[in-house]
């Protein structure tokens, strides 16, 4: 049961980070490329990656929940102790998704309408553009520093059993 209950954990990890490579080297460039661009405005591109972003968010929240519930699981299983700070970190990547998508992707979409959208002066436009810059760097930021949080608990997850176990060092030699 328990190596069922890791398993799960892993597997959740890496369709969640996953899920965030490919969409910050693959899905994110390409919408924005020279090629795309050939084929879909800018504005319309924008709108359509608002889109994805609906998905990706929903996608990450539900990965943080089911990482979070995993380590509730083993810990009823096993009755071992849950780090607290993982627990924690887990939790602020879930509330950090929950924030870009009923926070920042509303606020980058009113962005983009400013800067794409009819009647707005060349300074409005400017504005919004620095204003996206800005939350765009903040997202990717944060998207950097949670697929750094993956890559550890997915490193944590596979270790065996007896490397998890604090070292303590007053305890050496005879």
């Keep these: 049961m328990q190596a069922l209950i890791r398993f799960a954990g892993i597997l959740v990890v890496v369709v969640w980070l996953g899920g965030m490579v490919c969409f910050t080297l693959v899905v994110g460039p390409a919408f924005f490329s020279a090629e795309m661009g050939e084929v879909l405005p800018r504005p319309h591109a ?28 083993e810990r009823v299983v096993s009755r071992r102790r849950v780090g607290r700070w993982r627990a924690a970190v887990l939790g602020l990547m879930v509330a950090g998704a929950a924030w870009g998508a009923y926070w920042l992707l509303p606020s980058m979409h009113n962005l983009q309408a400013v800067r794409y959208g009819p009647g707005r002066s060349a300074e409005e436009r400017r504005e919004a553009a620095g204003a996206f ?23 944590w997850l596979t270790r065996p059993e007896d490397l998890r176990k604090p070292l303590r060092l007053g305890r050496f030699g005879g």
């Design 133 to 155: 810059a800005f939350w765009h760097g903040v997202s990717q930021g944060m998207n950097l520093a949670g697929m750094g949080v993956l890559v550890w608990h997915l490193w």
């Design 46 to 73: 924008a709108r359509a990656i608002e889109v994805l972003f609906e998905r990706y968010y929903v996608v990450q929240i539900g990965c943080g929940a089911l990482a979070l519930a995993q380590l509730l699981v």
